[in-house]
Nanobody, 121 residues
Framework: QVHLVESGGGSVQAGGSLLLSCEIS????????LAWFRQAPGKEREGVAG???????TYAASVKGRFTISKDAAKNTLYLQMNSLKPEDSAVYYC???????????????WGQGTQVTVSS
């Protein structure tokens, strides 16, 4: 139903920045929620940030103040601006769409393919 494609990942040094984008196609319906998750090797997938159709945002404590989630409805695109990157931010980042504000994977039935972010110290 809903397809998402991430882009913008890459390798940066600690303290650097990256902008991730997620192109969304298909109908999201009313009361949709968009989010970014990440998963590092040996770790469970964790919620990073989310934004509702009302534009209210949610951030994981580990990224609050450094990352900013936003969306451009006209472009059907979700963004994650990542600043002051740390090595522990290294992971595959996924965008997701669902109908719940709870930042857990099971709340999101639609996922992108992921984009790798590597932060070196």
């Amino acid at each position: 139903q809903v397809h998402l494609v991430e882009s913008g990942g890459g390798s940066v040094q600690a303290g650097g920045s990256l902008l991730l984008s997620c192109e969304i196609s298909g109908a999201t319906g009313n009361n949709y929620y968009l989010a970014w998750f990440r998963q590092a090797p040996g770790k469970e997938r964790e919620g990073v940030a989310g934004i509702g159709s009302d534009s209210i945002t949610t951030y994981a404590a580990s990224v609050k103040g450094r990352f900013t989630i936003s969306k451009d409805a006209a472009k059907n695109t979700l963004y994650l601006q990542m600043n002051s990157l740390k090595p522990e931010d290294s992971a595959v980042y996924y965008c997701a769409a669902g109908r719940s504000r709870v930042l857990v994977p099971r709340s999101f039935p639609n996922w992108g393919q992921g984009t790798q972010v590597t932060v070196s110290s």
